[in-house]
């Protein structure tokens, strides 16, 4: 009965939905296709790249979990609101160490980084017990005003921690140019530096859309989540985040990487 009545709503959205959609679409497919490819890639500096490929991913399937909840699936499947392809709070913590390892990749992970992802890994394995357990409703509901993995202090934390983290990578940045290094180092750290000044503008953006939801609920109560034209420009905020990730992952595979390390 609800795959039909899924399968009804569906005729409900206008053309511009669908539009949005296929945009989402070929994003997210671009950058599942780039996370497996970099996973496997040898060349160059492997760690970056896997950092690159975990953060390429986890953007794809976090932008998925957001496409679900643009077609309301959650209202039909509730399940499905739990399944463990949520990574907000991985997002930042990839970014930067990413940056970082392709700055200085004489670095070596320690016991001490482990403390930046206790926050990604307590959220991962929120979502997975609470999809295989189906505890919801007797820990979700409860817990939710008050939630560091899910809803509204959940956002708060990844905000703040993307704008850190962000912040983090310019100061690695700025710190690597103040060493010096050959003209080879010199273009790594201007192609990364773009990237980071680009990220931040599209993330900040980002977040203007998300305070504004936010303030109008809290403070005007009214909710612009009913605005599906406001929905569509806030879900494509996000998927521009995903699009320069994807264009620079197209280019470290294509010409960028060989103009970088020639």
């Known amino acids: 009965m609800n795959d039909y009545l899924f399968l009804e709503s569906l005729g409900l959205h206008t053309w ?50 957001q496409v679900w909840r643009l077609l309301d699936l959650f209202s039909f499947f509730p399940k499905m609101r739990y399944v463990p392809i949520y990574f907000s709070l991985a997002l930042p913590v990839l970014f930067f160490y990413y940056v970082k390892v392709e700055l200085f990749p004489a670095y070596r992970l320690r016991w001490t980084d482990a403390k930046h992802f206790l926050l990604p890994g307590g959220q991962f394995f929120y979502f997975l017990t609470q999809w295989i357990f189906e505890a919801r409703m007797v ?44 003209i080879r180092k010199q ?13 931040s503008g599209l993330f900040l953006l980002h977040s203007l859309f998300i305070l504004f939801d936010y303030y109008t609920y809290r403070f005007v109560q009214y909710n612009v989540q009913s605005e599906k034209l406001y929905v569509g420009f806030g879900v494509l905020t996000f998927t521009s985040l995903l699009g320069c ?10 010409w960028g990487r060989r103009r970088i390390y020639p």
């Open 16 to 65: 511009g939905f669908w539009l949005v959609l296929l945009l989402i679409s070929g994003a997210v497919g671009l950058c599942l296709l780039l996370g497996f490819r970099f996973l496997f890639r040898r060349r160059g500096e492997p760690r970056s790249f896997f950092f690159l490929s975990l953060l390429l991913l986890a953007f794809g399937f976090t932008q998925i979990y």
């Open 139 to 182: 820990i979700s509901e409860r817990l939710l005003p008050f939630n560091p993995f899910f809803g509204s202090v959940e956002t708060a934390l990844y905000l703040v921690l993307f704008a850190a983290y962000l912040f983090f990578s310019l100061r690695y940045i700025v710190q690597k140019k103040r060493i010096g290094a050959d």
């Open 187 to 199: 273009r790594q750290v201007l192609y990364l530096e773009i990237l980071v000044q680009l990220f």
């Open 245 to 254: 990730l994807a264009i620079y992952g197209v280019q470290l595979l294509g």
